[in-house]
């Protein structure tokens, strides 16, 4: 019982947000208050009788680390914190009625939209008390629009999976899956029971997402062979909206043809993936494993992590076969053994390869069906080696007869693979062919439909930007702070001035606001989130389009239709504070909050720098954020309205670590730590902006100094 938690204030640090609200919810259930500020020794954050709990996430960083152990407070890892649960006498006698809240617990699926299922997202997660391994049973009972019902029970063992006492999950079977997805809408009520228990329950509306064109379908099991042309050609519409694109080559002779690839190609898909709301990583290992890594046999390992990570493979090939074991007992040879040995430990199938090289090895794993991602292969003109300067024409020519033989052999299987295979002449032909391919693929699986609304087409800039905001963020936690203090005055009955996020360019203004309205929105999912990015389209620069769009997008959220909105900017500035009164008019309304990014690149038009077109203050369940350089002008006026100010400040060392060590994990790159901390002690590394583009360029500088080291 001294583990227990009942009556703790508990603090989670570390976590992704999903896991971070499980594990809030299991906490509150078992009797704990949940604070999102770390306890310190002038503030205990009223931790009541059972004191203060840190609970210590798999993301958790150094500072983050040392300022929980110096808390007044137990620190406890995930592990722990189960088994505090498990302590906890839960302070119900009778169990509360488990949520539908429809979350995936995937970590492979980088979004979670609450109340929504598709066929990537077929789980719900149970949010409750009084869960029992082996007891609990649950019935599902749903009724579609069309007046349709349907029944399903689980038991554990079997679809339902029971985590802890406050957390189960429910696995939908295909048939199930399948007859929820014919109706758009279903209200599902969720019974739940214990063997001899009670039997207590749960309603919730539940949101089917279907494919955008055509219906929606179920993966029914077909081998990869049959499927391995769809996935290389249209296939269905994908639910994830990030692409991850890896690169498998020898390096040597490969530079030129990567460097086009990275530098030529990759831009232009990045354009192409932002208007289709997506994003898109490039993996390219040739830098980003550190030399303590090679030497520890690790490249192989990290390689194969991120072939199965990645969703999207281009292959090339030359005349060289690349790093294998020659059967000369060489140093080279020795290590290319003990990389395939650690590689093999986590990779089984790798054992059977061990007379290949480390290309072949990973293109073995796309041939033979291990890993199954669509897959594109060029195989470069053997007269090409004819157009290098003598001086460099070793590092192009086969390394021997011996490797002749097997790098011939790889190419026979490639081409009568079923994989696409594109024959080229030089690097620049790459530019064409590696657009048209990839470019195809994502006109297959992420359609744009012509049938899409013009509010529709409007609001997809905002989203693919707010996306992009969202990558790799390192949260600040003292500015989160600050708006949800000032948003649990939203239901006060008064009315509210904005808050005004002030701070000069690249301070991290956007990232900031993009990822408190995204975990705002997974919090309180009752509620509306209007989100807008000056600058992020044509017509996002002009005020009176900013209301328009505003009083557009709330009437769909309201339900309201053909709502009656001005066409003049002095009509809609004078329309607007009404319109809000109306939205928010009754107690069941939802609360709204406005988000609106970069007021300073607004066209100032009819006087919009001075803000004359927005209410002074907002109603009562409506709250403002807005974001804006130290714009004079602007500053004035947020004075004159006597707006909350909240100043960001450059980066901490710490969070710079932080944000270089993020970055580079999701690009499948290392640094050493002597690396890093160059890079944050330097005084420009404290501007986000300034950061995220020196990281984006440093891959260019370490291959020329690679490149110059081996001249």
Request: glycine share 6%.
């Amino acid at each position: 019982d001294k583990m227990a938690l009942r009556g703790s204030a508990v603090c989670f640090v570390g976590f992704e947000a999903v896991r971070k609200k499980q594990l809030a919810n299991a906490a509150t259930a078992a009797g704990a208050t949940v604070t999102y500020i770390m306890p310190s020794a002038a503030r205990t954050q009223g931790g009541g009788a059972g004191g203060c709990v840190v609970v210590l996430g798999p993301h958790v960083s150094q500072y983050e680390l040392e300022r929980a152990h110096r808390a007044p407070a137990r620190v406890l890892d995930e592990g722990q914190f189960e088994a505090a649960l498990a302590a906890t006498v839960p302070p119900q006698t009778t169990p509360a009625a488990p949520q539908c809240v429809a979350e995936t617990l995937t970590p492979e699926v980088s979004r979670a939209l609450p109340c929504t299922l598709s066929p990537h997202e077929p789980e719900l997660c149970l949010l409750g008390a009084r869960f029992e391994p082996g007891r609990t049973r649950v019935r599902l009972s749903a009724e579609a629009a069309s007046g349709q019902r349907w029944t399903h029970e689980a038991r554990e063992a079997g679809e339902l999976r029971v985590a802890c006492a406050s957390v189960a999950v429910l696995t939908l079977p295909a048939a199930v899956l399948r007859s929820l997805l014919a109706s758009p809408f279903c209200d599902v009520r969720v019974d739940a029971s214990n063997d001899g228990g009670a039997t207590w329950g749960a309603a919730a509306s539940v949101k089917v997402v279907q494919a955008a064109e055509g219906p929606a379908r179920v993966p029914d099991g077909d081998s990869c062979t049959e499927r391995r042309q769809e996935r290389a050609g249209a296939g269905e519409v994908q639910e994830s909206r990030e692409l991850r694109v890896f690169i498998s080559s020898p390096f040597r002779d490969m530079q030129n043809d990567r460097d086009v690839v990275a530098k030529v190609v990759v831009p232009k898909l990045r354009k192409l993936c932002q208007q289709r709301d997506i994003t898109l990583t490039y993996v390219d290992l040739r830098w980003g494993v550190t030399a303590n890594q090679s030497q520890l046999a690790a490249s192989l390992l990290m390689c194969l992590r991120e072939l199965q990570k990645s969703n999207l493979v281009i292959g090339f090939l030359g005349d060289r076969y690349g790093w294998c074991d020659t059967g000369q007992g060489n140093s080279d040879d020795e290590l290319v053994r003990k990389t395939i040995e650690v590689a093999a430990q986590k990779f089984p199938y790798v054992q059977k390869l061990a007379d290949r090289s480390i290309t072949e090895i990973e293109m073995q794993a796309l041939l033979s069906n291990v890993v199954e991602t669509p897959t594109w292969f060029y195989l470069r003109d053997p007269h090409y080696v004819d157009t290098v300067s003598p001086l460099d024409r070793h590092n192009f020519l086969s390394e021997s007869p011996f490797h002749t033989r097997k790098v011939n052999q790889l190419k026979d299987q490639i081409r009568t693979s079923g994989f696409p295979v594109r024959d080229y002449k030089a690097p620049a032909d790459l530019d064409k062919l590696v657009t048209e391919d990839i470019a195809g693929w994502i006109d297959a699986n992420f359609p744009t439909s012509s049938t899409q609304t013009p509010a529709i087409k409007e609001t997809a800039p905002h989203k693919a930007y707010s996306r992009l905001m969202r990558y790799c963020y390192v949260p600040r936690e003292r500015y989160h702070y600050v708006l949800d203090k000032h948003l649990l005055q939203q239901n006060s009955s008064t009315s509210l001035p904005a808050v005004a996020v002030v701070g000069p360019p690249g301070s991290g203004k956007s990232a900031l606001l993009a990822n408190y309205a995204n975990r705002y929105a997974m919090h309180h999912p009752e509620n509306i989130v209007f989100e807008h990015y000056v600058n992020c389209s044509d017509t996002s620069v002009d005020a009176g389009n900013v209301l328009r769009r505003c009083m557009r997008e709330l009437s769909s959220r309201l339900g309201w239709k053909d709502p009656q909105i001005p066409a003049g900017p002095e009509e809609l500035s004078q329309e607007f504070p009404a319109f809000l009164e109306r939205a928010v008019a009754t107690d069941s309304s939802p609360g709204i909050l406005l988000v609106i990014d970069g007021l300073n690149n607004l066209e100032d038009r009819d006087n919009a720098l001075d803000l004359l077109w927005l209410p002074r203050k907002f109603p009562a369940k409506v709250s403002a954020i807005f974001s804006t350089t130290e714009e004079p002008r602007l500053l004035e006026a947020i004075t004159n309205r006597k707006w909350e100010v909240l100043h960001l400040k450059p980066l901490n060392p710490w969070d710079r670590v932080n944000y270089i060590r993020r970055y580079l994990d999701h690009h499948s790159k290392k640094l050493t730590e002597q690396q890093e901390f160059a890079i944050s002690e330097s005084a420009l590394s404290s501007n986000p902006l300034w950061l995220k583009v020196f990281l984006d360029d440093i891959s260019c500088a370490l291959l020329e100094c690679e490149r110059a080291s081996h001249q």
